[in-house]
């Protein structure tokens, strides 16, 4: 009888320990983001708004591949921009599209009035090298990338522009993006928890000194300071936030220049678009790792942060987690039905379900760490 107490003893507390690791585990794995939100509600940020600056001449550069049915819509939403038609010049690139993309994007042009020139590989190239090609036949020294099926607030190349000519020591901006006004489905709503959260830790990041999470669709630089994007490994948006950094000047993040994109209607359809994403980032952060040797705040506090965030925090939340279940499944099931019950309540009551969206992105972050090696330069709709 005794024998028995002390072999349930010793197992109530080889599963007690299960909890406990697991505990210990999700604690270190989220320590980032518990930094991260102790930020952007402690730290005040300066108004971003800048007003009375003149307005220099820019180059925007869109790269295409199979965009026929949009591209007449954007290049309509670019024209509506109220930022000055003869201050800019639009160079399209077709990446080899197998429709009429680059003809229906000529005809827009035509129509809208635009200057533009138009370049079509002779192979696919993906967008890094796409923009590098691109960047070199710019005919100014503001350059604007931007994609195919995205769409500008009207005043969002303004503010973009306005804040990198705003200061000497600003080399690349990037803006915020959001879900399309009114889109109602569930990945809608998870991605949009998700990126009033992402946004406000570049706003936190770039008062301080720098972010390099930029959002592809809206991304300003000087030429003379970032004269090519690295195109080997790493998303176009993230590379060139490292290029800043890496020559000594700020890259940072303007919350009211605002870009839209159409999310797909479930899970399924935005898996490989979300992992595509999250390789890349990736990719991004491990290829700079040699900035953790300078001395400035962004490569002292933000970028080691970053790391954890991307590397180290969707192994260790995953195996914690698996920890902690099987340690309650055993130890306390009630409570384990419980938690699990309240997560599936929350999931499905509260649309903008901040722990939804967290838990999501770390599966993502997750499979971009396993998809590390392949090369996902070359993109498919």
């Known amino acids: 009888m005794l024998h028995g107490n002390i072999l349930i003893c010793l197992n109530m507390v080889y599963y007690l320990m299960f909890l406990w690791i697991g505990f210990i585990l999700i604690m270190v794995a989220i320590f980032p983001y518990i930094i991260y939100f102790i930020g952007i509600h402690l730290a005040r940020l300066p108004d971003s708004q800048i007003q009375g600056l003149e307005l220099p001449m820019i180059s925007i550069i869109i790269s295409a591949y199979n965009e026929e049915k949009v591209i007449t819509n954007r290049i309509e939403n670019i024209r509506a921009s109220t930022y000055p038609i003869e201050k800019y010049e639009v160079i399209f690139v077709d990446d080899c599209s197998t429709d009429n993309t680059l ?166 359809k935005q898996y490989r678009q979300k992992i595509r994403r999250a390789t890349r980032l990736i990719e991004a952060t491990i290829a700079n790792i040699n900035l953790l040797g300078t001395k400035r705040p962004f490569s002292r506090f933000f970028y080691p942060l970053r790391i954890m965030m991307y590397v180290v925090t969707p192994l260790l939340f995953f195996i914690g987690c698996a920890f902690f279940m099987l340690g309650c499944i055993i130890s306390y099931p009630i409570v384990f039905i419980g938690i699990a019950g309240i997560f599936v309540i929350s999931h499905f009551t509260f649309k903008t379900n901040i722990f939804s969206a967290f838990v999501l992105n770390q599966f993502y972050l997750f499979m971009g760490l396993l998809n590390l090696g392949k090369d996902v330069r070359i993109w498919e709709k």
């Not at 099926?149 to 000497?168: C, G, M, P, Q, T």
């Not at 720098?210 to 970032?226: A, E, L, R």
Request: proline residues 3%; glycine residues 6%.
């Open 103 to 268: 003809q229906s994007a000529e005809s827009a042009f035509k129509h809208a009035g635009i200057s533009y020139r138009a370049i079509r590989n002779t192979e696919r190239l993906g967008t890094n090298r796409s923009y590098n090609m691109a960047i070199a036949e710019a005919n100014y020294p503001i350059i604007v990338t931007t994609d195919a099926n995205k769409y500008f607030e009207e005043n969002a190349l303004v503010y973009l522009i306005e804040r990198l000519i705003s200061d000497d020591t600003i080399a690349a901006v990037s803006g915020e993006q959001y879900p399309v006004v009114g889109a109602s489905s569930r990945t809608a709503q998870v991605e949009s928890a998700y990126r009033n959260y992402y946004g406000r830790m570049c706003s936190w990041e770039s008062s301080v000194d720098s972010t390099y999470n930029f959002n592809g669709p809206i991304v300003g630089f000087k030429k003379d300071i970032i004269a090519s994007i690295n195109d080997q490994r790493g998303a176009d948006d993230a590379n060139t936030a490292f290029e800043a950094i890496r020559r000594g000047y700020r890259s940072v993040y303007e919350p009211k220049a605002v870009v839209y994109e159409e999310i797909p209607e479930n899970f399924t």
